[in-house]
Structure formats: structure tokens, C-alpha cells
């Protein structure tokens, strides 16, 4: 009897949070909240300052984690971590309840119908997907057209929020957004307003830039956030086998952070990954490439996306790992308003 009750509970606490999604009410908690339970205002700046700007950032975060952070004492960390985990319970769903909240996840279009189909709707929020393959494959164009769809109404396959770009590379072209969005019949000024930029130029620049996300995030909505390409400095700031260890653990950390990100704010994070020629495949093989980041990257992406080039503008897209989506492609092109349904 006890059993069911606790059940019970469960279940209108999750249709609570469920009918909250629906309404547009944000499913995190801001850190401030924490003060209403017993948590000084220095602390919780102290929090903020440190990259905690939701409270499920602080419940879901290791004792060590909260003790690295300037000020907070074990007895103050413990104290912490208790008031954020009586805002935001961890505990056992059933399936029933998490098919109920999966059947709310957005999908944010690509641009291409084909591609849509093929993903079962587009980009999915609250999960990482990674899209690699060679040069001029088409990638940096798909994070261009997703900046401009994710601002559409849900009814045309975006996701009615904001986009943000870390850009590696140099890659980031504000014009390509106004040609994307003038394709889609928005204003666009507004589509301008609407993506936030920063260029990170080494991967210490990428997980400080993860900090200020998480503030940002936390006071707008955002729907998307890409990084273009997220091991490019780690390829270079970590050199020879002696680094390759710690390169692929500050690797770790910054997925690792990108996973906490989707999560709370349910965002669909893009990543997009070089590849390097396949020493183990022989040069007429499929797979002659193979993208770097090794079981890091792999076991840390949700979805994992090659992109390959095809005849003239054309590109195929291969689902090259998913829990979901069969191994299966579909063909696009790059056009001049990003992308498209590919072209005879």
C-alpha cells in the first residue's frame, strides 16, 4: 500500500512538470531559488561565478565539484547540495512516465525534408549530436541553417527560441543567416538578434565560454547551441602521445559539460568533428576516415551524423550511430539559403 502511494506521488509530480513544459514554463530552477532555502546570497554568487546558474547544476554535481569552489567549506557544500536536491528529487521513473516525457521533446528541422525523415523530425533537443566527415561536406552550413529554423514556430519545425555559436574555426558568417532567414520569410534583423556569437581561440576558451552559456541560458530561452568544431583546439593545444592522455580527459570535461547543458535546459547541442584518415581501413575501403576525439567523443554523443560529399552541390548524410534511428542516409544539398532538398 505504502508502495503505491509513493507511486502515486511520482506520477503527479512528473504530469506537474510535464504540464509545466507545455505551458512554456521553464523546467529549471535558477540558482537564486536557493536563498528561500536557507542558502546565503554570497553563496549562491559564489555558485554563479563558478558556472552553477541552475540549481540542477548544483543536485546533480559531485561533493568534490562544490568543494573546488572558492569559499565553500564541506559543512557548506553538503548544506548546498542538500537544499538543491529537496528543489530537484533524483529518483526512479517508470517507463510509461519517461515515453510520456520523450513524446515532448522538440525537433528542431534541418532544412531538408529528406533530412527530417531520415532523423525522425529533425535535430533532438536535450541530447548531442555529432556531425563529422571532411572539408566542404556541408557541415558549418548545416549549424547555419539550424541558428535560423530553431527560431521558427513549433508548427514549422523549429523550436520558438534562441541559438547560440561558439565558433573554433572561424567559420561563423552572420550573412549566411540573413539569406537563410530571408528563405523562411522572418524578419531578419530579429534572426540577428537572436543568435549569440563567441569565438574561442584554445580550449581553455571553450570551457570558460561553457560558464558564461550556462548564465545566459539561465535568465532566456535558448533552444540550440553549437560548436563549430568542438576538437579543433584540443587537437592542437594537446601534442604527441605524451598529452594525448589529458588532452582526451579535458575533452571529457567540456562533453561532459555540453551533456549537463542539454539536459537542464533542454537545449539540442550540434557538435561538429574533423576527421583523419582511417590508418586501420585500406585507401579504396568505405571508411578511409575516421572522426578524432577516439571513445571520448563516441560513448559522449547521442547521435553521430557523416556527412559526405556527393555529385555537384548534393551531400549524403548517413546515420553513423544512434539509440534510436536505423543505420540508414538520406541526400541533401548546400544552396544558397543553406540547406535543401537535393537537386536532380
Known sequence: ??????????????????????????????ITELESHGIAHADCQKLGDAGFCTVES?????????????????????????AAQKLVPNGFVTAAMELQRRQDIIMVSTGSTALDELLQGGIETGSLTEVFGEFRC??????????????????QGGGEGKAMYIDTEGCFRPNRLVSIAERYG?????????VVFARAHNSEQQMELLKQASALMSEDRFVLLVVDSATAHFRTDYQGRGELSERQQQ??????????????????????????????GMSFSKDATKPIGGNIIAHASH??????????????????????????????????NGIEDAKD
Do not use: W
Open 303 to 336: 547521435t553521430r551524423l557523416r556527412l559526405k560529399k556527393s555529385r555537384g552541390e548534393n551531400r549524403i548524410c548517413q546515420v553513423y550511430d544512434s539509440p534510436i534511428l536505423a543505420e540508414s542516409e538520406a541526400t541533401f544539398a548546400l544552396g544558397a
Open 58 to 82: 548544483v543536485a546533480n554535481s559531485t561533493m568534490r565539484r562544490l568543494l573546488e569552489i572558492k569559499g565553500v567549506s564541506e559543512g557548506k557544500a553538503q548544506k548546498i547540495r542538500e
Open 186 to 194: 522572418v524578419n531578419p534583423e530579429q534572426v540577428l538578434e537572436n
Open 1 to 30: 500500500m505504502a508502495t503505491a502511494t509513493v507511486n502515486n506521488e511520482v506520477q503527479e509530480e512528473y504530469q506537474e512538470e510535464v504540464v509545466e513544459e507545455e505551458e512554456g514554463i521553464a523546467s529549471y530552477h535558477h
Open 251 to 280: 575533452l571529457a570535461q567540456f562533453l561532459r559539460q555540453l551533456q549537463r547543458l542539454a539536459t537542464e535546459f533542454g537545449l539540442a547541442v550540434i557538435l561538429t568533428n574533423q576527421v583523419v584518415a582511417n590508418p586501420d
Open 138 to 155: 556541408g557541415k558549418t552550413q548545416l549549424c547555419h541553417t539550424l541558428c535560423v529554423t530553431c527560431q521558427l514556430p513549433l508548427e
